[in-house]
């Protein structure tokens, strides 16, 4: 019972600190500018790889790894949160204080597997993506935020948790929701550093 | 009264053409279009009074000249018929056999032009308000497919929700 | 002030290192240590730590409660700071953070004392160790004031080298901004 309800308040905790961090710990930049940025290195990758979109969906990918290695830096830094003890608690920590802190919004958390290694994050408003519309030959391979995947692969693998991360659905090929799946495969423990206990 | 609208880039290629018509769909009466002949010759009409646009664009209102307006932006663009400035709105700029032609022009040089059709009288009236209040929604329709990132700056608009959203502002202005 | 600041890769490579000279510094013979040696230095450290790690009686890490790891927040804030405000890199407002945070490091090695100086280690969640070394001398300087500042220059970190395009990870830093940055950091200590 106690357990139960120091985890819900954690969990609002977590909430509250994730916008607090976006509030007063951050400095913005233009959502336009931004959105424009990322679009135009989208089509610019269409262009150069020949619209060969699984190629740009790999590439997009690889970018996002890059820069997900990089970012878990900050986010700690920012946050100074504890290891997550699961994935239930990992799935709170990306939903409410990455994306919020990062792109400010809160993904919605679905859709757990049975063993809980597994999740869905219902995108609702994405900002990568005001403005688009997919051209017709780019509908049925392109995952547009495909970014976004590389970045959490990043991230996570620096944290030591060995995931994989895909798209399901995208509001841009005509799907009800932009759902992202995200998978653990393991824990790398020999990876976590030391001390940490 | 139907409508032939299109939208032209900088070196006067099609971007993206409508027709607009009358009781679209409703009670299933016959939609009012433009006859037959003058669909086909619609295209030529609006090419025609480019030329009078293009000198319209680099007209200086003789307003400004006097240090009078003030309006801040918009200054070089003169209006044949409507004496405010600060839009991009050209108003009635040429006529043909009784149909009106009216443009806009955006700050970076798109054409926006249509042609007002008429079908029982002989002179057709353009609401200068509805028509102007039109362009500058489409025109801002037009900012958000430039936004999109896959659509390339004179390249024909092939975006269904464009054309939606253009035909219901048309339903909107022009056609109440 | 800190003597020296020190940044340890996940691997126990040295990737930054920072000598700073204090005014009434006590003339010794000794010479300074070549890179060879502050390398050596890194990696000891490093496997200490990890040894260390495995000596702390399992007793002691579990009787830890949470709050022993919580570190009050210190506040840092440079006068030279506020007027005209200067920007933090991406963090905004006019210190990079104002809570008491939680300790990510519970059983490896937090400090060294020795006669002449003490080393405080602060290790982050990635495995990145940030390793400061103080004078004895100075009294003002304890652990909790230590680990304000080193989760300071972790945030340093995190915007100027994790953040410049041209920093392969794990590499030496080589970045003057961040150099700068943490040195004008040092010297509100």
Not at chain 3, 35 to 64: C, E, M, V, W
């Amino acid at each position: 019972m106690s357990s139960k309800s120091s985890g819900s308040a954690q969990l609002r905790s977590l909430k509250i600190m994730g916008e607090d961090v976006w509030k007063n710990r951050t400095e913005k930049v233009n959502a336009e500018l931004f959105t424009l940025t990322y679009g135009s290195i989208v089509s610019q990758l269409c262009i150069d790889y020949q619209r060969d979109f699984q190629k740009v969906n790999k590439q997009l990918f690889s970018m996002g790894y890059n820069i997900g290695v990089r970012l878990i830096e900050d986010f700690l830094a920012k946050t100074a949160l504890p290891r997550c003890e699961n994935m239930v608690k990992t799935s709170e920590a990306i939903s409410k204080c990455a994306f919020k802190i990062f792109l400010n919004m809160t993904p919605q958390v679905t859709n757990f597997s049975p063993e809980k290694d597994a999740f869905s994050l219902i995108i609702d408003e994405n900002p990568l993506s005001d403005f688009v519309e997919l051209p017709m030959d780019a509908m049925k391979q392109l995952w547009y935020s495909n970014i976004l995947c590389g970045v959490l692969k990043g991230a996570l693998q620096m944290v030591q948790l060995e995931c994989d991360v895909w798209f399901i659905s995208d509001v841009l090929k005509g799907d009800a929701h932009t759902e992202l799946r995200i998978k653990l495969n393991k824990v790398l423990k020999d990876e976590i550093p030391i001390g940490e206990d | 009264m139907p409508q032939y609208f299109a939208i032209l880039g900088k070196s006067d290629n099609p971007v993206y053409e409508a027709e607009f018509t009358t009781q679209q769909g409703q009670q299933g009466q016959l939609q009012k279009g433009f006859p037959q002949h003058l669909k086909e010759l619609n295209p030529f009409i609006m090419h025609a009074s480019l030329d009078i646009i293009e000198d319209l664009q680099w007209k200086l209102n003789s307003n400004v000249q006097h240090g009078t307006n003030n309006s801040g932006f918009g200054s070089f663009l003169r209006s044949k018929n409507v004496n405010v400035t600060d839009n991009c709105y050209l108003g009635k700029v040429d006529h043909f056999y009784g149909l009106a032609i009216t443009a806009y022009l955006t700050f970076s040089g798109m054409k926006f032009v249509m042609i007002h059709g008429n079908l029982d009288k002989n002179s057709t009236q353009v609401d200068d308000n509805a028509v102007k209040s039109f362009y500058q929604e489409v025109h801002e329709l037009y900012i958000k497919t430039l936004m999109n990132p896959f659509y390339k700056i004179n390249d024909p608009i092939t975006s269904a929700a464009f054309d939606t959203r253009v035909r219901s502002l048309a339903r909107k202005y022009l056609n109440k | 002030m800190p003597q020296a600041v020190l940044v340890i890769n996940k691997s126990g490579g040295l990737i930054y290192h920072r000598d700073f000279e204090e005014v009434e510094v006590e003339v010794e013979d000794r010479n300074k240590p070549s890179s060879n040696d502050l390398l050596i230095l890194a990696s000891t450290l490093h496997s200490t730590f990890a040894i260390a790690s495995q000596l702390t009686p399992k007793a002691i890490q579990l009787q830890q409660q949470p709050l022993p790891n919580l570190v009050p927040y210190v506040p840092m804030i440079d006068p030279d700071n506020l007027v005209p405000r200067k920007k933090l890199g991406s963090f905004k407002g006019d210190d990079y953070f104002k809570e008491p945070f939680q300790n990510w490091n519970k059983s490896g090695i937090r400090s060294i004392k020795t006669d002449q100086f003490t080393v405080y280690i602060y290790q982050s969640l990635t495995g990145l160790k940030l390793v400061a070394m103080v004078s004895n001398r100075s009294d003002t300087i304890n652990e909790t004031v230590v680990n304000n500042l080193l989760r300071r220059i972790y945030c340093l970190y995190s915007d100027y080298v994790m953040k410049d395009p041209f920093y392969s990870l794990e590499m030496p830093i080589k970045s003057e901004l961040f150099d700068t940055k943490l040195r004008n950091l040092v010297k509100q200590l």
